[in-house]
């Protein structure tokens, strides 16, 4: 098993994993802020090893989207307080300041007081429903936007007319598609008798 402790800022992560039954160093590494990073964290830890618990300085401001991630990743986050860490640093064999000594120094309090002692970080029921639903929203407006755009280039292609009198989002509106629908539905017909 092993326990990641996590140095935030407010562009970077960084990370660095240790054996929880050594305390020896398994790897570490630096992420950027954001989903790509947490992802890249992920990857990181899981070629470590599958038991694991992330120990994260009590920094919400600065740590809560990458617990948020982790979290809907179904990891354990313990949050550590920062005061705790501050002795950590000093017994650091490592002489200096580093954002790697920090997230060691974070590691170290956790298994000292045992990781059991920590609160464990959560989103409740709700909102991992809201962030569900809100999810699920994004999708369907990028979905939205995608048909819109390839109705356009086809728009395009056979009444580039009508398309030049469109305004940018004007497909949204039922009123405008449903005339679009008839216009189109004529210029069809016309084009088949033409044909005869």
Same mark, same amino acid.
């Not at 990370?15 to 990857?43: K, S, Y």
């Given at each position: 098993m092993i326990v990641i402790g996590v140095d &935030?800022?407010?562009? &970077?992560? &960084?990370?660095?994993?240790?054996?929880?039954?050594?305390?020896?160093?398994?790897? @570490?590494? &630096?992420?950027?802020?954001?989903?790509?990073?947490?992802?890249?964290?992920?990857?990181? $830890?899981?070629? =470590?090893? !599958?038991?694991? $618990?992330?120990? =994260?300085?009590?920094?919400?401001?600065?740590?809560? #989207?990458?617990? #948020?991630?982790l979290i809907a990743f179904g990891e354990r986050v313990i949050r =550590?307080?920062?005061?705790?860490?501050?002795?950590?640093?000093?017994?650091?064999?490592?002489p200096g300041k580093s954002d790697p000594i920090d997230a060691s120094a974070i590691v170290r309090v956790a298994l000292s007081e045992g990781l059991d002692r920590f609160p464990t970080a959560f989103l409740d029921k709700q909102a991992m429903?809201?962030?569900?639903?809100?999810?699920?929203?994004? @999708?369907? =407006? !990028?979905?939205?936007?995608?048909?819109?755009n390839r109705l356009r280039w086809h728009l395009l292609a056979i009444a580039p007319e009508r398309e030049s009198q469109l305004r940018?989002?004007?497909?949204?509106?039922?009123?405008?598609?449903?005339?679009?629908?008839?216009q189109l539905r004529r210029q069809l017909e016309s084009a088949q008798l033409l044909d005869r």
């Amino acid at each position: 098993m092993i326990v990641i402790g996590v140095d &935030t800022h407010k562009r &970077t992560h &960084t990370l660095v994993a240790l054996d929880a039954g050594t305390g020896g160093l398994r790897g @570490q590494r &630096t992420i950027e802020l954001g989903d790509a990073g947490a992802l890249e964290a992920l990857r990181f $830890v899981g070629q =470590i090893d !599958s038991e694991r $618990v992330w120990a =994260i300085e009590d920094c919400r401001h600065v740590s809560g #989207r990458l617990q #948020r991630a982790l979290i809907a990743f179904g990891e354990r986050v313990i949050r =550590i307080p920062p005061a705790l860490t501050v002795d950590a640093r000093r017994a650091a064999r490592t002489p200096g300041k580093s954002d790697p000594i920090d997230a060691s120094a974070i590691v170290r309090v956790a298994l000292s007081e045992g990781l059991d002692r920590f609160p464990t970080a959560f989103l409740d029921k709700q909102a991992m429903d809201i962030r569900m639903l809100c999810d699920y929203r994004d @999708q369907l =407006i !990028s979905e939205r936007v995608r048909v819109a755009n390839r109705l356009r280039w086809h728009l395009l292609a056979i009444a580039p007319e009508r398309e030049s009198q469109l305004r940018p989002a004007a497909l949204e509106e039922p009123q405008i598609r449903a005339r679009l629908a008839r216009q189109l539905r004529r210029q069809l017909e016309s084009a088949q008798l033409l044909d005869r």
